[in-house]
């Protein structure tokens, strides 16, 4: 499965953007899907995932009420809304896909290269 994000890019605080991951590949709908961000001298954290079916999906708190996964698995894509963005969600990007249910770790199989978001005060 290859990965690639897009949607990044500058914006003021408490504006919006809109991130999505296109996939490769003929299993898209078998796998979860996430997620993450890493700030400069930061580790990467988890921010959302979303299961095969979209039947469940996971937020760090830090974005709850604000940013919202979904996935068009006849369209092999999962969106990250973030509305009401703040400067400490400037971050790179990633998506990652995982066989079997959604995690919110590390544990997921195939990664993005990212996508920047800057969020200026």
């Known amino acids: 499965v290859q990965l690639v994000e897009s949607g990044g890019g500058l914006v003021q605080a408490g504006g919006s953007l809109r991130l999505s991951c296109a996939a490769s590949?003929?299993?898209?709908?078998?796998?979860?899907m996430g997620w993450f961000r890493q700030a400069p001298g930061k580790e990467r954290e988890f921010v959302a995932a979303?299961?095969?079916?979209?039947?469940?999906?996971a937020y760090a708190d830090s974005v709850k009420g604000r940013f919202t996964i979904s996935r068009d698995n006849a369209k092999n894509t999962v969106t990250l809304q973030m509305n009401s963005l703040k400067p400490e969600d400037t971050a790179v990007y990633y998506c990652?896909?995982?066989?079997?249910?959604?995690?919110?770790?590390?544990?997921?199989?195939?990664w993005g290269l990212g996508t920047q978001v800057t969020v200026s005060s």
């Open positions: 979303i299961s095969w079916s979209s039947s469940s999906t």
């Open positions: 590949g003929r299993t898209f709908s078998s796998y979860a």
């Open positions: 990652a896909a995982r066989h079997g249910e959604l995690v919110e770790s590390y544990e997921y199989d195939y």
